[in-house]
């Protein structure tokens, strides 16, 4: 296991806009308030959603479009740097009217109301390749 101690820094609570993308939302605010590192918690609802599912044996995501409004029931993510720009790595589970859950990678979505919980961290974090899962990991 590797590890290392952060220091907390500051902490938002944003509202998402409308019609917005939700991963982009969360980058913009880490951009303006200028966050390299943070911690972050969700929830809302969506009009619908892309997510992604890592094929652990293809090496590579596999992606499912839901063209129907959620419910975002939990959101969480940190944000880092990826080939030099600010990256929301997010994971969400939606939930439709029947209550069916829905969980992945949540690459992108259309916000219909969210609000988001960042704490920062003093120390950047930066995204590099690891060669055992070939995915793109901080520490």
Known sequence: MDYRELSPDREFLARLETGADWREEIES??????????????????????????????????SVEFEEPLEVAACMGNVSYLDGERFAHTHAVLSRPSGQALAGHLDAATVFAGEVYMRTFEEPLEREHDEETDLDLWL
Do not use: I, K, P, S
Request: aromatic share 18%; no cysteine; glycine share 6%.
């Open 29 to 62: 605010l880490a951009v303006e308030e200028d966050v390299d590192a943070a911690w972050f918690n969700a929830m809302g609802a969506v009009q619908d959603a892309v997510v992604w599912f890592y094929d652990q044996q293809e090496g590579e995501y596999e």
